[in-house]
């Protein structure tokens, strides 16, 4: 991902500024351009869609998907909804980030992994259920996650 580039990101408002409902769009298109939001993209946004600092940042940290850091090279999102609770999800997830030493929302001083919590894959029938680098992953169980745990490394 590229580092904070006003020009670049001049390219992707005008791609977005006209639009009715400019503001998600255009975070996500900053976000897959630059690997986050970064800091200067927020009062840059704000000024250009007449909001203030606050309306973006707000809509920035209320959307799980939307980051603030580079996440890094494999990002495994473990859904910690009811229908995967009801099967052992947090045990596993547990597993997970206790093999990695991350809390929630965290990633590896190497930047190897990013983990997040996602509250519904839309696999509730095959839970537990991950997302590993946009894949998802079904009826997790111990030795699986530890065969995700080795692909990361």
């Not at 580092?3 to 998600?24: D, K, P, T």
């Not at 930047?111 to 992953?137: F, H, I, N, Q």
């Amino acid at each position: 991902m590229a580092a904070w580039n006003e020009s670049q990101a001049r390219e992707i408002l005008r791609r977005h500024v006209r639009r009715e409902g400019a503001l998600l769009p255009l975070l996500h298109d900053v976000q897959a351009a630059f690997g986050h939001i970064p800091g200067p993209a927020v009062p840059f946004i704000a000024e250009a869609l007449n909001l203030t600092r606050a309306e973006v940042h707000g809509v920035v940290s209320f959307y799980h998907d939307f980051r603030d850091k580079p996440a890094g090279r494999h990002v495994l999102k473990l859904c910690r909804a009811e229908a995967c609770q009801s099967v052992n999800s947090e045990e596993l997830a547990r597993q997970i980030l206790d093999r990695f030493g991350l809390e929630w929302g965290a990633t590896t001083p190497d930047g190897r992994l990013t983990v997040e919590a996602t509250y519904c894959l839309g696999l509730c029938a095959s839970g537990p259920a991950a997302m590993l680098d946009g894949e998802p992953v079904a009826r997790l169980t111990p030795a699986s996650v530890d065969d995700i745990a080795r692909e990361i490394g």
